[in-house]
């Protein structure tokens, strides 16, 4: 991988190839969920494990929702039973075809648009109600306007929810994580492409590459694209995630765009 990689491009393709491989993250919900979900009975995540807080949703139903480098089958779907008019943008044509097959299986609308999560040009101003942004933002180099840009398509008092990585769980030496070892080996700013040797990136094999963003970038990012941040929690990581013994790794945010005066 060299310096001037296509990182859309890559990260794309290696999507892609996780859905053929059925990864975590691209297993669409089944008709149970949808079910229920038209019932008023669902919940959702933007980090590993924690559900979602319903108050952070308000009443979805006629709401125009972006579900943000969001595909996979999964949030997508259930937002659009449980009433909200749906768009989901994503870099990866497999992982729309998840959100696809949900919506052809159980009868539901949702508008598909394949993109840059840095890019919302396709929509104007004031757009959307409501932009879901799952942990995504870690597969592209800078996230400061995928800030701007959420904040542009939302009306005012409109609401982000975003999941990302605290940066810290990027820095450890893998290795002797595996063998429950914690010894801190990368430094900030740090990049899978950049970090890493020719050695320890084919370690990833086929997997999506990372970027670890600050905390700066994570939350001042957000205020100072105009949000004000009206709710937070932390998450960890899958069972037998080691680092997860020692702190919570994910973050999600509430960020809501203020009336205009």
């Known amino acids: 991988m060299t310096l001037d990689a296509d990182v859309r491009r890559y990260n794309r393709e290696a999507w892609d190839r996780q859905v053929a491989k059925g990864d975590r993250w691209t297993l669409p919900v089944g008709p149970e969920v949808i079910a229920a979900a038209r019932r008023g009975e669902w919940s959702v995540v ?3 494990n924690k ?3 319903r108050e952070w949703f308000g009443d979805l139903a006629g709401k125009d929702v972006l579900c943000l480098a969001g595909a996979g089958g999964q949030q997508a779907p259930v937002f659009a039973a449980a009433g909200a008019r749906v768009t989901v943008l994503d870099n990866s044509p497999a992982q729309l075809g ?3 097959k949900v919506a052809e299986r159980d009868g539901l609308e949702l508008r598909l648009v394949e993109g840059d999560m840095r890019d ?3 929509f104007p101003d004031g757009s959307f109600d409501l932009v879901f942004h799952p942990c995504s933002n870690c597969f592209v180099d800078t996230i400061r306007p ?5 904040y542009r398509v939302l009306r005012p008092g409109g609401a982000l929810l975003a999941g990302f990585s605290n940066p810290v769980i990027f820095l450890f030496d893998p290795k002797l994580e595996q063998q429950g070892v914690m010894q801190l080996k990368y430094k900030m700013p740090y990049s899978d492409f950049t970090s890493l040797t020719d050695e320890e990136r084919a370690r990833y094999g086929d997997e999506p590459l990372c970027y670890a963003h600050s905390l700066e970038d994570q939350l001042g990012g957000q205020t100072d694209a105009g949000f004000a941040i009206t709710g937070f ?3 960890k990581h899958v069972p037998g995630d080691k680092l997860s013994e020692y ?6 945010t509430r ?3 203020p009336m205009a005066r």
């Open 98 to 100: 998840q959100d696809r």
């Open 120 to 122: 919302l040009s396709a």
């Open 255 to 257: 960020a809501v765009k």
């Open 146 to 150: 995928v800030w701007r840009e959420a």
């Open 46 to 48: 933007l980090t590993p």
């Open 233 to 235: 929690f932390e998450d």
């Open 247 to 252: 702190l919570s790794g994910f973050i999600a």
């Open 51 to 53: 559900p979602v807080p």
